[in-house]
């Protein structure tokens, strides 16, 4: 009998954050053959420092995009670490939301990707308004690795396979007057600001929906009023003034 | 005409976490007689750094326990601030909950100490429980000085006065068997576990609760039935395994 190997037991120290791997992620470059993978680097380090595998023990494995299953190590050394693959369980729904936050500081952004990425979020927009610090965009947090990093780590996080679609509106105008009306064709959109109500009561987990979250300053009354025109409903958070990153869950909690 | 100064519209480099401060928090050593100040340390180079007020400007303070108000700058220079402070708004409501969460790493517990108390948690219980490394209780974050800090820190940024309670259990069954009735004499019992079913709406937000979160590896099965033995009822965050400091936030949320 061999033993599966729960992944989440253990605590990483050379990851990036210290965060809990709940599933390897595999990507087609890991594979050498249909059923075949092979690790080096950070997944590697993590599982020989935290799991401590032998041959023919089980590791729980997802492929980007795909399903989840087992992945029995047949080999494992300080070089790499290979397994045979199989798959039986689908990655949970996401959440039928496209978040657009008003870009923040690298540390928040690094936290709220991977926050968001683990709450299952399905497309993250990063859009400028006028509280924005226009030095966040020259930001190495804004490179496609960076990002990217950050959202394996949350997918891993909460046993997710799906990465989500991230972009960047650099100009406020043309995101809220072209960009946004094509997005709400067919979703509600929400837009927080202490100006609102505050939201009472879930919406209902099956509506698709805009949720727009303004920077820490919060959105001038010229940009509220713009989505507003666009057909935003506007809701508050009560009048605890929170963080981005606060924000972002409590609101994603409430609405789903 | 003198300026009121908006505290939110900075950024504040040199304090513990680029934090906004959204209120000064006020402390009786503050004072200098019944309605005048003196500040000096993280504050002062705060208000230096990022607020710049001259004498005659408006700050919003706060005091501990107490009420919001303004104070008007008298005097300002790299020694002190000295603040003649009147008050006229009450502090917002706190959530009425006991939130009990196992002991994390110490960077965790800070973000959770900061969020707990910026989502107006009104006591907070660091406890044992099998998944907990003992070594967590060796942490220098557990002093007092440091935890109140965080709380603090959480304050300012929500714009609240009131500290929440804090305290620990360092022992599992002594805490489940002999205080956690005596908090649910009046409050019901919630225990967050992948096996209880996902909370889906509002408990109502008028409802006493003390609310149990777990350890990063989760509960072990005999210490999810001291809660169901206690009179907890078991509710799960759905299929994604969440970190701590999301798993409160989303919780609180949900739950008022």
Request: aromatic share 8%; proline share 7%; glycine share 8%.
């Amino acid at each position: 009998m061999f033993r599966i190997v729960r992944v989440f037991t253990g605590r990483c120290g050379p990851c990036p954050c210290s965060f809990f791997m709940n599933l390897i992620l595999l990507f087609s470059d890991d594979f050498t053959s249909a059923d075949t993978v092979r690790l080096t680097g950070r997944r590697l380090t993590h599982v020989l420092e935290v799991l401590k595998p032998a041959a023919g023990d089980t590791l729980v494995v997802g492929r980007e995009g795909g399903p989840f299953g087992q992945g029995l190590v047949r080999e494992i050394n300080g070089r790499a670490l290979t397994l045979d693959v199989s798959w039986n369980v689908p990655p949970p729904p996401k959440l039928p939301v496209v978040l657009c936050v008003a870009l923040m500081r690298p540390i928040v952004l690094k936290r709220v990707l991977l926050t968001a990425a683990s709450l299952g979020v399905e497309e993250i927009i990063l859009f400028h308004s006028r509280q924005v610090e226009k030095s966040f965009w020259q930001s190495t947090a804004l490179r496609d690795d960076d990002i990217r990093e950050q959202l394996v780590l949350g997918l891993e996080q909460a046993k997710d396979t799906v990465l989500p679609k991230v972009s960047f509106q650099k100009r406020f105008k043309p995101f809220v007057e072209d960009v946004l009306p094509g997005l709400m064709k067919d979703r509600a959109g929400i837009v927080a600001d202490p100006s609102g109500e505050v939201v009472t009561r879930p919406e209902g987990a099956k509506t698709p929906l805009v949720l727009v979250i303004g920077p820490e300053g919060g959105f001038i009354p010229y940009e509220v009023e713009k989505f507003k025109a666009a057909g935003c409903r506007v809701v508050g958070l009560g009048p605890r003034i929170l963080k981005v990153e606060t924000a972002v869950v409590s609101l994603l909690a409430k609405l789903f």
